[in-house]
Structures are given as structure tokens and as C-alpha cells.
């Protein structure tokens, strides 16, 4: 099985401290840090803007990989963009000109990725699979960090590399919700090639040991 690529979640970082996290997210041998942006109306929870990004950029060469879980996701990739994000990542649920805001992610020169909640099936991204540099599958439904993975999501991982394969693309998946050292060898085994990883991550005491055991 090829290297999986681990995206720690600041969410579950000391949010007094999102520098320091970078720091342990760099010393545990990751190479992405995983930012979850809430607005309080596509999810029921808050978290932080695009200036958070400004900040991190200039401590850390990790890849900033941007979740956007806000409506009207259009309004914002051009500051995520030029704040340092390296992925932005939208909602499918929150967009009506999903195949739009691919594009423009991607002439911003980011990597451009789309996300399903666990009730959104995987063929509402027929059409957007070519464009996708990243296909975000929720395994929770998002808002809060520490719940269980719901099992039915995974085989939505099953289908996106069954589809990725049949046509020849090569969008990365990836998994975020309930991702322990189990679920991930199970996500990985699926298709799975990032793992976000937020309480498991922060919340373990050997943080290297949790990146090595996910197979990043
Ligand atoms: C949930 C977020 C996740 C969250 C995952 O809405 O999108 O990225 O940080 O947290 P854990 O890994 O604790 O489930
Ligand atoms: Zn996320």
C-alpha cells in the first residue's frame, strides 16, 4: 500500500496556540495540517477566517489544507487563496456552481477540492470527479471534532476509487471524521490517501507513533 498522507486537524489543537500545534504536526513527521473553517450556518459550530492561514503561512511550509464548511463557499476561496491555503476544499451541498469554484481554486493556483456530508451521495459529484484535485468524504457529519466514524460512509470511499480507476483520474481521497489508527488502516485499505486526524491526533501522547501507525 503506498504512503498515506496524515492531516492533523487544528481543530482539536489548543486554539490559543495554533503555531505551537504546526510545531507538533511538523515534529510528528506529517506533512499536511488539516484547518476546518465553520461559519455558524452550513454547521452549527464557529471556528476561525482566512487570517488564521495568513498567520500559519509564514511559520510552517506544511501544506494548508482549507475545509470550508460555510455557504455560499464562492465568497471566500480568494481570500483562503491569497492568504496561503495550498488546498481549498468546499461543500458540494453549499454550492450551486460547484465545477465554477473548482476552476477558479485551481487558476488561483491551489489544489482544488469538494466534499459530501455523509448523507449526500457520491453521484451528485459525477460531473465534478475530472476537475478535483481532492474528493473530501465526511465520515461524520461535520461541525465538531471527536465523533465516531459512521461505517456506511467508507463505502463511499469504495465507490470514489472504483470510479476513480473505471476513468482514469487521479483525485486524492479523502476521509475526515472519527479517523483513529483503526478506521484508517480500514479507510487506506478502501482507497483512502489522506487522513484527517483530529482528536486521535492531538489527543494521542506519541503523535509520531499515531502518524506512523495511519501508514503516513
Ligand atoms: C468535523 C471536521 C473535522 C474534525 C475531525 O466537522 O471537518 O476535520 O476536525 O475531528 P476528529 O478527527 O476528532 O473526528
Ligand atoms: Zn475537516
Request: charged share 20%.
Amino acid at each position: 500500500m503506498k504512503k498515506a498522507i496524515v492531516s492533523p486537524s487544528l481543530l482539536a489543537a489548543d486554539f490559543a496556540d495554533f503555531g505551537g500545534a504546526l510545531k507538533i504536526i511538523e515534529a510528528a513527521g506529517a506533512s499536511w495540517a488539516h484547518l476546518d473553517v465553520m461559519d455558524g450556518h452550513f454547521v452549527p459550530n464557529l471556528t476561525f477566517g482566512w487570517q488564521l492561514v495568513k498567520s500559519l503561512r509564514g511559520r510552517s511550509a506544511l501544506f494548508l489544507d482549507v475545509h470550508l464548511m460555510v455557504a455560499d463557499p464562492g465568497r471566500f476561496i480568494r481570500d483562503f487563496a491569497e492568504a496561503g491555503a495550498d488546498g481549498i476544499t468546499f461543500h458540494a451541498e453549499a454550492a450551486v456552481h460547484s465545477a465554477k469554484l473548482l476552476s477558479e481554486i485551481k487558476a488561483l493556483g491551489k489544489k482544488a477540492g469538494i466534499s459530501v456530508v455523509p448523507s449526500t451521495p457520491v453521484s451528485m459529484l459525477e460531473e465534478l470527479l475530472p476537475m478535483a484535485d481532492l474528493v473530501l468524504v465526511m465520515t461524520v457529519n461535520p461541525g465538531f471534532g471527536g465523533q465516531v466514524l459512521i461505517p456506511g460512509c467508507l463505502e463511499k470511499v469504495k465507490k470514489l476509487a472504483a470510479i476513480r480507476q473505471e476513468r482514469g483520474l487521479d483525485f486524492l481521497i479523502s476521509v475526515d471524521g472519527g479517523i483513529n489508527g483503526e478506521t484508517a488502516l480500514q479507510a487506506r485499505s478502501l482507497g483512502a490517501d489522506v487522513l484527517v486526524m483530529g482528536s486521535s491526533f492531538f489527543g494521542a501522547e506519541d503523535q509520531a507513533a499515531i502518524v506512523k501507525a495511519a501508514g503516513g
